[in-house]
C-alpha cells in the first residue's frame, strides 16, 4: 500500500467531518495489519469537551471492527496540523510502530512515525514492570 492511498481515505473521510464549531474539519485512516483501511473524522459537540478527534475515531472504530494491529495512520486538516496529544497516546498504545502521514487539503503529507511524535511514552509496559 502506497502511502498516497491512505492519505486519500483520510481525505475522503475528512469530507464527512461534523466540526460545525471549530470548521477545522480533519480526517483519519488507519491501515490494519490484515490490509484493511479503517477511515475516522472529528466529531464535535455542543458540549466542547465531548468532542472527539478524527485519529482517535479511526483507531476506535477499528478495534470495534475486531483489528489490533496496525501499520500507518493518516491524518488530514486543512493545512497538515500536527495530531494532538491526546491522539498521539491513543496510537502509542495501539500502534507503537506506525507510520504516520500528516497531510493537508492537497494531499501533501509529510512522513513520520508514533515514535517520534512521542518519544519516551507511558505504555502498556509501563504497568507491568
Ligand atoms: N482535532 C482532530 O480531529 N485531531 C487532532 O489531532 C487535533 C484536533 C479536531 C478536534 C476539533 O474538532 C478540531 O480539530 C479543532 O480542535
Redesign the pocket.
Known amino acids: 500500500m502506497k502511502p498516497e492511498e491512505l492519505v486519500a481515505a483520510a481525505l475522503d473521510a475528512r469530507a464527512r467531518?461534523y466540526?460545525p464549531?471549530?470548521h477545522?474539519l480533519?480526517g483519519?485512516a488507519v491501515l490494519a495489519g490484515d490490509g484493511t483501511i479503517i477511515q475516522g473524522?472529528?466529531?464535535?459537540n455542543a458540549a466542547y469537551p465531548a468532542?472527539?478527534?478524527?485519529?482517535r475515531v479511526a483507531l476506535s472504530a477499528a478495534v470495534a471492527q475486531g483489528r489490533r494491529e496496525f501499520v500507518a495512520l493518516a491524518?488530514a486538516?486543512r493545512d497538515g496540523?500536527?495530531?494532538?496529544g491526546t491522539?498521539r497516546q491513543v496510537m502509542a498504545e495501539l500502534g507503537p510502530e506506525m507510520a504516520v502521514y500528516i497531510a493537508d487539503e492537497h494531499g501533501a503529507y509529510r512522513t513520520t512515525s508514533v515514535r517520534e511524535l512521542l518519544p519516551d511514552s507511558f505504555g502498556p509496559a509501563s504497568l507491568h514492570r
Open positions: 467531518a466540526a464549531y471549530s477545522y480533519v483519519a473524522c472529528n466529531v464535535e468532542t472527539i478527534c478524527a485519529e491524518v486538516t496540523g500536527a495530531p494532538c491522539c
